[in-house]
């Protein structure tokens, strides 16, 4: 089954993720560090992408990893299900496949800068 493309707000989250259970704000804050501050999501961003990822099995809410840390209770986190892994994994391969194409057809656009 083919899958469509990502919304990349979507991608953004799954990506932060790949790299273990996150709250909110984490999420926010290495969306915006992965992207060399390029993509700034506000909350509402944040967490209907969220809402989206949890409705499609992509991600789950667990519980917090630190009880003991000032405001954990207050917190949600969250962790890629087998499936994001797959979705996130498949899309980056996809990326990547489209900019090797772009660099064959022109390799101005395939250089490092």
């Known amino acids: 089954m083919k899958r469509r ?5 979507s991608l953004h ?3 932060a993720l ?3 259970e996150k709250h909110g704000y984490a ?3 290495d ?3 992965l992207s060399d501050g390029a993509t700034r999501m506000g909350p509402g961003t944040l967490y209907g992408t969220i809402s989206r990822l949890l409705g499609d099995g992509l991600i789950e809410e667990v519980s917090a990893p630190d009880a003991d840390e000032p405001g954990a209770e207050r917190r949600r986190y969250y962790r ?3 499936d994001g892994t797959r979705v996130a994994t498949d899309e ?3 990326l990547q496949s489209l900019l090797q194409r772009v660099a064959q ?4 656009l395939g250089g490092a800068s």
């Open 5 to 9: 493309q990502l919304p990349t707000a």
């Open 13 to 15: 989250v799954l990506l």
């Open 18 to 20: 790949l790299e273990g």
């Open 27 to 29: 999420i926010m804050r």
């Open 31 to 33: 969306v915006e560090q």
């Open 80 to 82: 890629l299900t087998p």
């Open 92 to 94: 980056l391969r996809r």
């Open 105 to 108: 057809l022109n390799p101005h």
